[in-house]
């Protein structure tokens, strides 16, 4: 029985590194768009080319995925999907791209709230329940 929940186990394993891969990358991906800094090459699907980033960043951050992933390691990867963008020509500066960016206006009034005694907002996290 312990043999079996094991095996269970390490399929599951193998079967979640890829899925992870494939939303975290993903996410990477939609948050750069979000931040209009990615341009796909003519020709170049969006969705394929996800998947082929996911495909090809599995082997070294699937495993970790799966088991652990730690702050670290996702930062690691992100950077790993900006790289890769840029050498398809979807992204011209990959550290810019992963760049936290605002819009002016709530910049503007963020600043104009802290001037007035506000306390600084801190930035959102995702809680592990939506990763």
């Known amino acids: 029985m312990r043999d079996l929940a094991l095996r269970r186990y390490g399929d599951f394993e193998r079967e ?29 699907a969006e ?6 980033l996911a495909a090809q960043l599995t082997p070294d951050f699937g495993p970790w995925l799966a088991l652990n992933p730690a702050l670290e390691d996702v930062s690691r990867l992100s950077r790993e999907v900006a790289v890769r963008l840029q050498e398809i020509g979807a992204v011209n500066d990959p550290v810019g791209a992963l760049a936290l960016k605002s819009s002016f206006v709530p910049w503007l009034l963020g600043q104009a709230a802290e001037l007035l005694g506000a306390s600084r907002r801190p930035l959102p996290v995702k809680s592990s329940r939506q990763c």
Do not use: F, S
């Not at 975290?24 to 948050?31: A, P």
């Not at 969705?47 to 082929?52: A, G, P, V």
């Open 16 to 44: 979640l590194g890829p899925m992870l891969m494939r939303l975290r990358g993903g996410d990477t991906v939609r948050r750069i768009r979000e931040a209009r800094r990615l341009r796909w090459p003519e020709g170049m």
């Open 47 to 52: 969705e394929k080319q996800i998947d082929e």
